[in-house]
């Protein structure tokens, strides 16, 4: 049977996360609705968390259902979308992160480098900048948080304190559709979901999506063509397409 | 002019509603304000109502939408997604057939059968299992509450509680797409908008589904470009695609 | 670096929003929670306010970002959506145009007619007429409020109030896909993001959306494949595509 993989996410990229679990062999419910959000983690084998459209109702939901997540001792996975832009945004992740035993925090260089306590620069909902030596940045938050951390970007980052991997592949037509890093988010919590190891999951997650993208890109013809190519390639994804080529380099 | 279809629905596959119901030529809107939703209705054709991403507010717009729409005589499509997965969507699920006159309920074999008392099994929004012979739980069903029922699914069932309609069409790509089902009830808004009989509305709807979704699977690549050619071969459906071929059996 | 618009939008086509922005070399961000949404315009450089599934607490995020960014000084776009279908829709949309200062106000002929107090007919979104020469309406209507009016349609019509550009390009395609009028306000407000003139603002996203039409269309199969080819033809748009051939006519 499919795992169940459970989001509270933003109403931008909603769909697209749907369709990404269910391309790489996972099914997808959202649910928020404080009645119901802790019953429907019961079903679940993984929690996915994406702030990109945050109410405060929502951010209730999050600390419920990722209770009863941490409860049943099914990973979570954080999206922090637009830390570091607004304060409401930097304020909920990181009370998030203090509340709940996140198992990935998946971000970009920007919403890391925020969470992290770095200079990051974030604008809207992308990244404009990290100080410091990004796998640094990653391995010390990783292990100051008691997580893996994900950070998204031309180089992938993953670390979980001690280990670190670079996920080197992707294109540059990712940046020209909504979503991708929602959609990044989503497929960690497939693959962690059925993973022992997160860091594992992790790595999974960035090399199936960039591997995914480069073959999209091959034959799109700009941003509307990849898009439903890159759920195809993803969908067509053989295990073999995770080994040497995927731009895997353990640090 | 186009018929009108009012949705309240989930905010995962909204564009997708949206979509379908232009493509089989009828007009989409959505509303759910308190402040509106009732003189909305009173424009519009046939009322769609579906508990996907269910909150506390969107029932009681569903309950207003739902009685304007009964006082007008139009047609209410009930999609109880994720019925049997949580106690909020099932109760909500029975409040609205107790206190609505519902033209259609849609659902697959999980929602239909716990809705009908069976032991059915519902996990997230995916049925997993159905106690019970399909076609007759569906046929007490709709004698019961006194509407149409039509549940999705390898062979779609409707019944009206005294004939009893198979749909044998299809592809498997369907289950690999997010918001089928959630196609479906749009589609049986739009039909039912214009047919005397909800009955034969949700057989139309269910066989202009499939054999367009066999017509897309021809030509797709994978669930990614499935989709786009899902919505153009609905588009581009002629009337006798619904004849002998269509897989339509009355029992 | 791109220029940022904000968007606080409808849940229907709020995807299809945030790909056109990326589309045309802008960035798109969505944010509408009381905490976070003047801060959030703080950062953008244009913001849209789309009407398409309104609520109350969405109408105070949109007087609250809405005097934020007239504070800035940033351009402010307006599609009500639906204003005419309903009382709710109408008066927030007068209300919006009372209490900010809106640069370019886009709608189809119904929208722009009820707020001009003609005698339009609206049904659900979907304009159904309007009263009167449009190119006046719009010129008239312009000089009242003292911004742009741009009206989408077979021929869409732009006026400041003394100047008035036809725009006569697009296709039939356009209303077969839903979210067309939602992308043109996000165009108009990437353009206007970066022109220091909102009325050709307002004539270059119309004029870039109907030349991409155009082009998509060729290439499509129907509405399913129509929606990718549009968002690839705006992507690949050349500035030369905006001279002669884009169908623009000073009046």
């Known amino acids: ?13 909603v769909n697209d996360c749907a369709n990404v679990t269910l391309a790489i062999g996972a099914a997808p419910v959202m649910a928020e609705a404080p009645e119901e959000v802790a019953e429907m983690v019961g079903l679940a084998d993984a929690l996915v968390l994406n702030i990109g459209t945050l109410s405060s109702g929502q951010v209730e939901a999050m600390l419920l259902a990722g209770r009863a997540a941490n ?8 999206d922090p979308v637009g830390a570091g832009a607004t304060h409401f945004r ?19 260089a920007g919403e890391i480098g925020t969470i992290a306590g770095n200079e990051a620069r974030v604008r809207g909902v992308d990244s404009a900048g990290l100080a ?16 893996v951390v994900a950070m998204s970007g031309p180089v992938d980052i ?21 979503g991708t890093g929602c959609m990044v988010a989503s497929l960690t919590g497939a693959f962690a979901a059925v993973a022992d190891d997160p860091f594992a999951a992790a790595v999974a997650a960035l090399a199936a999506f960039g591997v995914s993208g480069e073959r999209a890109a091959q034959e799109a013809h700009g ?3 990849f898009r439903p190519g890159l759920f ?9 397409a995770l080994g040497a080529g995927a731009g895997i380099r353990l640090e």
């Open 158 to 178: 993953v670390s979980d304190g001690n280990r670190v991997a670079l996920v080197e592949n992707g294109c540059p037509m990712m940046g020209a559709v909504s």
């Open 90 to 108: 930097t304020t909920t992740a990181l009370r998030l992160l203090d509340g709940l035993e996140i198992a990935v925090l998946k971000g970009n």
């Open 223 to 225: 941003p509307g063509s």
């Open 132 to 147: 410091g030596d990004p796998a640094d940045v990653c391995r010390r938050l990783a292990s100051r948080l008691g997580c």
């Open 71 to 78: 409860a049943r001792g099914i990973p979570v996975v954080l």
């Open 232 to 240: 195809d390639a993803l969908a067509g994804l053989e295990p073999a």
């Open 1 to 13: 049977m499919r795992p169940l993989v459970h989001h509270i996410t933003n109403y931008v990229t």
